[in-house]
């Protein structure tokens, strides 16, 4: 069964404190993309990966970091210098005709 | 700049009133427009993609509109289980995409 998965469903920060969420993919698809979504707002990117060991920067890029060392997977951890990350984080990968299938989200929490 | 506009921002009807949700766009070159269904807590749902102006797709109780300014998603006899966020997103030439804030729908029975 084909999809994207993310982990985990819930994530706690604390001040100062990296956490990284999880993104896996079986569907094959080359190009993976993490979002942040906040209420009222529309998805705004955060980092794409078109390729394995390649990356880059979307729109609000700051406080975040990823990686992209296999296919399937594309981390993303969000580090103490975002100072407002409570939000709801999508990853999603693209497959045919450029369109772009989400995982289930993470919903980030500051303690 | 590019921009994607959803409205209204919330809609409520009743089991089998039939609406449309409009997403208006100014965008440097569309490479496509993209109808997601997101419910409370999860990640969005492909619904359609449409290209060109004049294309119509259909899904069930959906119909996603084309025009060169706008789409329109229409409801036909809608039921409490359409009750959901209707996301709409456009690529633009180089490969971004660009997300509206989405309408909220909520059907009633």
């Known amino acids: 069964d084909g999809g994207i998965t993310q982990s985990p469903k819930y994530l706690f920060r604390k001040e100062g404190q990296n956490v990284t969420l999880s993104c896996e993919q079986n569907?094959?698809?080359?190009?993976m993309y993490w979002y942040r979504q906040d209420p009222g707002q529309g998805l705004r990117l955060i980092y794409y990966?078109?390729?394995?060991?390649?990356?880059q920067k979307g729109d609000i890029a700051e406080g975040y970091s990823v990686s992209r060392e296999k296919k399937e997977s594309f981390p993303l951890t969000v580090t103490s210098a975002q100072k407002n990350p409570t939000a709801f984080y999508l990853c999603?990968?693209?497959?045919?005709?450029?369109?772009?299938?989400f995982g289930p989200g993470t919903r980030l929490l500051v303690l | 700049e590019d921009q994607v506009t959803q409205s209204p921002e919330a809609l409520r009807l009743q089991e089998g009133e039939s609406s449309s949700l409009n997403c208006s766009y100014t965008v440097s070159g569309l490479r496509g427009l993209f109808w997601y269904r997101q419910d409370p807590g999860k990640g969005p749902e492909f619904l359609f993609t449409?290209?060109?102006a004049g294309e119509e797709k259909e899904k069930e109780r959906l119909k996603a509109t084309l025009t060169k300014k706008e789409s329109f998603l229409h409801i036909t006899a809608p039921k409490p289980e359409d009750s959901a966020t209707y996301l709409c997103?456009?690529?633009?030439?180089?490969?971004?995409?660009?997300f509206g804030a989405g309408t909220r729908l909520t059907v009633k029975p």
């Open positions: 999603a990968s693209r497959g045919q005709q450029e369109t772009q299938y």
């Open positions: 990966s078109q390729i394995v060991n390649d990356f």
């Open positions: 569907l094959n698809h080359d190009a």
């Open positions: 449409l290209y060109s």
């Open positions: 997103a456009v690529r633009v030439n180089n490969n971004d995409m660009r």
